[in-house]
């Protein structure tokens, strides 16, 4: 097996302590430093892991759409990598998110899950992409597990607004945003400490998220490696 | 050739199989009004509930028999290597996209054109007079339903497993046509008018427009991965 080069090791490692770190520091301060919500009391620190990971499942989803398109265009192997990779990891936290709001949900709520649209629409996301990866491992043929891929990506983000409007008005009952609203803003609305802690959890999610993404990439390009050399050896 | 003939001869290559063999429209009309029986007894409507029920009861018929032509959609292509043959050809892949297209479509309304008025019959619905408009909106969600059904199918060719694979994949991304269709089929049950369910309406215009872009623009790199 070909070793990735020691700096870039080296790199990632730092990479992935420095996502531990912040992920602690963000945990910190949500649970220990900023004050429980007025209203909803401590169930609502929930709220400092739920926002970066639905934040995190956009920022994949978008990113299995940049890399498919390059993919299409330029037919080059690492793009079709990461569109798999961030697929993957879009699906889980779009299942951390939906676990999170439904535990929130049943204190504030009453209920583990209700018909809202920010719920439906999320559950949608998590349908698609999941037959996204299934798509991916039902093709024997990997250059045209790809290309199917790729074209599925594209579509998937081309039809989330359309989602997103449709579900709108079918229904809504999820909260309004509370810290970017029109008509105030954010640090005249939520405490101080609030918003520090959210901003900490997002680093850490976006730090712990990009090192995810980088090993799931690595198992990327050593699966091809495998494939490879079994190819060289005849078997 | 122009894309407008190319379309037509290959529209008409599906249309002179389909008149020999006969396998997709009969199985599909049949699972339609199957599904209509089958929707009626498991919920024993009140009278007073029909409207509210029936739209979506009506259009998920629809769409299970839609999928089960969309299945077979390929089957010509993949026998035999034609697919091979007809991507050697000087055809446009866009004209290819949209002459399948346009042959679920027929399929589509033709079962559509028999269904409908025995779901009127079969429903005791008297307000005959509002079938064209029916018709319209049916029409509209059909076109989005085959444009993007026949993407899913082309890319779902390859895979093992693809009859189950391919609901999968193309019933999420279906979401705002299901809604869409739905809301349009209830305000013309209740009243005949399109007023309030305008926004719906685009929508729907809009998903058929885009999708048949992007299918037409897309389908060289789909049929050839």
């Given at each position: 097996?070909?070793?990735?080069?020691?700096?870039?090791?080296?790199?990632?490692?730092?990479?992935?302590?420095?996502?531990?770190?912040?992920?602690?520091?963000?945990?910190?301060?949500?649970?220990?430093?900023?004050?429980?919500?007025?209203?909803?009391?401590?169930?609502?620190?929930?709220?400092?892991?739920?926002?970066?990971?639905?934040?995190?499942?956009?920022?994949?989803?978008?990113?299995?759409?940049?890399?498919?398109?390059?993919?299409?265009?330029?037919?080059?192997?690492?793009?079709?990598?990461?569109?798999?990779?961030?697929?993957?990891?879009?699906?889980?936290?779009?299942?951390?998110?939906i676990i999170e709001g439904s535990i929130w949900g049943r204190t504030t709520w009453g209920v583990w899950w209700t018909w809202d649209a920010r719920l439906t629409l999320t559950a949608i996301l998590l349908l698609i992409y999941a037959g996204y990866l299934m798509l991916r491992s039902l093709i024997e043929d990997q250059q045209r597990a790809a290309g199917a891929a790729a074209v599925l990506g594209i579509i998937g983000f081309l039809d989330i607004p359309l989602i997103h409007m449709s579900v709108y008005w079918w229904r809504?009952?999820?909260?309004?945003?509370?810290?970017?609203?029109?008509?105030?803003?954010?640090?005249?609305?939520?405490?101080?400490?609030?918003?520090?802690?959210?901003?900490i959890s997002f680093v850490g999610f976006v730090l712990l998220y990009f090192y995810l993404l980088s090993l799931r990439y690595r198992v990327g390009e050593m699966r091809e490696e495998i494939k490879a050399r079994r190819l060289a050896r005849g078997e | 050739m122009t894309l407008c003939s190319q379309v037509c001869l290959l529209l008409w290559k599906d249309l002179l199989l389909e008149l020999r063999r006969r396998d997709s429209l009969l199985t599909m009309f049949f699972f339609g009004t199957l599904l209509l029986f089958v929707f009626h007894f498991s919920f024993d409507l009140a009278p007073d509930r029909?409207?509210?029920?029936?739209?979506?009861?009506?259009?998920?018929?629809?769409?299970?028999?839609?999928?089960?032509?969309?299945?077979?959609?390929?089957?010509?292509?993949?026998?035999?290597?034609?697919?091979?043959?007809?991507l050697l050809?000087?055809?446009?892949?866009?004209?290819?996209?949209?002459?399948?297209?346009?042959?679920?479509l027929l399929?589509?309304?033709?079962?559509?054109?028999?269904?409908?008025?025995?779901?009127?019959?079969l429903f005791n619905l008297t307000a005959w007079n509002l079938l064209p408009q029916f018709f319209l909106v049916t029409l509209l969600g059909t076109i989005g339903f085959c444009v993007l059904g026949t993407l899913m199918s082309a890319i779902t060719l390859r895979a093992r497993a693809r009859e189950l694979l391919l609901p999968l994949v193309l019933f999420p991304l279906m979401i705002p046509v299901i809604l869409a269709t739905i809301r349009c089929m209830e305000a013309v049950l209740r009243s005949g008018q399109f007023g309030d369910v305008a926004p719906w309406l685009r929508l729907l215009?809009?998903?058929?427009?885009?999708?048949?872009?992007?299918?037409?623009?897309?389908?060289?790199?789909v049929i050839e991965s």
């Open positions: 097996m070909a070793e990735q080069p020691q700096p870039v090791k080296r790199r990632k490692g730092i990479f992935g302590g420095l996502a531990l770190v912040a992920v602690a520091a963000g945990l910190y301060w949500s649970l220990i430093v900023a004050p429980p919500d007025a209203y909803q009391g401590d169930v609502q620190r929930i709220m400092y892991l739920h926002l970066p990971s639905i934040l995190i499942a956009y920022l994949s989803y978008f990113l299995v759409f940049v890399g498919s398109g390059l993919y299409l265009w330029k037919r080059e192997k690492r793009d079709d990598l990461l569109a798999h990779a961030a697929a993957e990891i879009g699906v889980l936290f779009t299942a951390l998110t809504t009952l999820h909260q309004p945003p509370s810290i970017l609203r029109p008509d105030k803003a954010p640090w005249e609305n939520v405490h101080p400490t609030m918003l520090t802690a959210l901003a | 029909i409207m509210d029920m029936t739209p979506a009861m009506l259009w998920l018929a629809f769409l299970f028999t839609g999928t089960l032509g969309l299945a077979q959609l390929f089957h010509a292509e993949r026998e035999n290597h034609c697919l091979d043959a007809l050809s000087p055809l446009d892949r866009g004209a290819f996209f949209l002459a399948k297209t346009a042959f679920n399929l589509m309304i033709l079962v559509e054109l028999v269904v409908i008025p025995l779901f009127w019959i215009a809009s998903f058929d427009v885009i999708f048949l872009t992007a299918g037409v623009l897309i389908f060289d790199w």
